[in-house]
């Protein structure tokens, strides 16, 4: 390359900013060398690689892992990595190939395809209500222990409902908090308190009992899921297969 690459001491080994270029440039050639070979080992339809997918920790464990598992058996030759965070994460920075996000994006630059809307349900596990009642209206929840979700630095402590007109919001309050929406759907489950969690995180818990919806005539809009994708980077076949898989799932 006409160029220092490495950087060697006795102790150590590091890359050049060229060497971290060439690198760069190089895996996604390596990862469709792979995929070619693959290809002809296995017929022209075949998939092959690593697919890198970020997805909300809930929404991860209790939807996404089931798709991913039928296409991987689908595609033995592609592997998947499933990175499950509730909080910011660099898709461009940490070579992510599909992100799935609820509501508004903060970084525009990125390519996205909607899944769907869900709204967010208010809702508690039976014992819970057995011990402490029923809210009847959105300011009740501030006599109620609530469980919280903490995204980044943001407190998700000012719950919304209702639109237009009937909008409103009541600030909750209560002793557990989280980043992480399956502990605090786990929490729910335990009737430690009341939670405001996504349709797709809590339909099957509330079609079998498990958890009963609250202040259904104060719903809040519904929120989007999307899929992000890095802005400039080629879609590789996989990718998109996948992406087709999950867009299907949904």
């Known amino acids: 390359m006409g ?24 895996e996604p050639l390596l990862e469709e060398a792979d995929s070619l070979a693959a290809q002809i080992k296995l017929g022209s339809d075949a998939l092959a690689g690593t697919i890198r997918v970020s997805a909300p920790s809930d929404l991860g464990r209790t939807r996404v892992s089931n798709i991913i598992n039928a296409f991987v058996a ?66 009740d929840l501030q006599d109620h222990q609530c469980l919280l979700m903490r995204f980044g630095k943001m407190l998700d402590r000012q719950w919304h409902f209702g639109e237009g007109d009937t909008a409103t919001s009541v600030m909750v309050y209560g002793p557990l908090i989280s980043n992480d929406g399956h502990l605090v759907r786990q929490w729910c489950l335990d009737g430690l308190g009341i939670a405001l969690k996504s349709q797709y995180d809590v ?17 809040a809009p519904g929120t989007d899921l999307q899929m992000l994708f890095p802005p400039s980077r080629a879609q590789p076949a996989r990718t998109k297969a996948l992406a087709d898989t999950l867009a299907e799932g949904f």
């Open 3 to 26: 160029t220092v690459l490495l950087n060697r001491t006795t102790r150590s080994l590091s890359l050049t900013e060229a060497g971290q270029t060439l690198l760069d440039g190089l």
């Open 74 to 139: 689908q595609n033995p030759a592609v592997s998947v990595e499933l990175l499950l965070s509730d909080g910011y994460v660099d898709i461009v920075g940490d070579g992510i190939d599909i992100a799935l996000r609820f509501g508004a994006l903060p970084d525009g630059t990125l390519r996205t395809r909607k899944l769907g809307t869900a709204p967010r349900i208010v809702c508690a596990a039976p014992a819970y209500i057995a011990r402490r009642g029923t809210p009847s209206s959105p300011d």
């Open 203 to 219: 339909a099957d818990d509330i079609k079998a009992g498990r958890l009963i919806p609250l202040l259904e005539g104060f719903a």
